[in-house]
Nanobody, 126 residues
Framework: VQLQAFGGGLVQTGGSLRLTCAAS????????MGWFRQAPGKEREFVAA????????YYRDSVKGRFTISRDNANNAMYLQMNSLKPEDTAVYYC????????????????????WGQGTEVTVSS
């Protein structure tokens, strides 16, 4: 699966952005998908995941109620709607596809994702 993330940018605190991950290659609808982020000087961290059929989602606690992950299997795309953005959300955001086809459980572990996009930068100004 080849992935490309875009939609990042500069936004003020409280603003919104919508990230898109466009997929090509193998059957997108067979893979759980995730969003991760990496802030300057910090390790990459899990943000959200969505099941291959789109029926299950999983978020890190700090983004619950503010971020929404979704996917459109017909168009090979995944999205991350980010509302009420905070300066601590500033990071490079990466989309990723699970290494296992139709894994039963959603995973927050980066090691379980075998395909990665190039990242899109999100900057939230205070």
């Amino acid at each position: 699966v080849q992935l490309q993330a875009f939609g990042g940018g500069l936004v003020q605190t409280g603003g919104s952005l919508r990230l898109t991950c466009a997929a090509s290659g193998q059957t997108f609808s067979n893979y759980n998908m995730g969003w991760f982020r990496q802030a300057p000087g910090k390790e990459r961290e899990f943000v959200a995941a969505i099941g291959w059929a789109g029926s299950g989602t999983y978020y890190r606690d700090s983004v619950k109620g503010r971020f929404t992950i979704s996917r459109d299997n017909a168009n090979n795309a995944m999205y991350l709607q980010m509302n009420s953005l905070k300066p601590e959300d500033t990071a490079v955001y990466y989309c990723a596809a699970d290494v296992i086809v139709r894994r039963f459980a959603l995973s927050p572990q980066a090691a379980n994702y075998g395909y990665w996009g190039q990242g899109t930068e999100v900057t939230v100004s205070s």
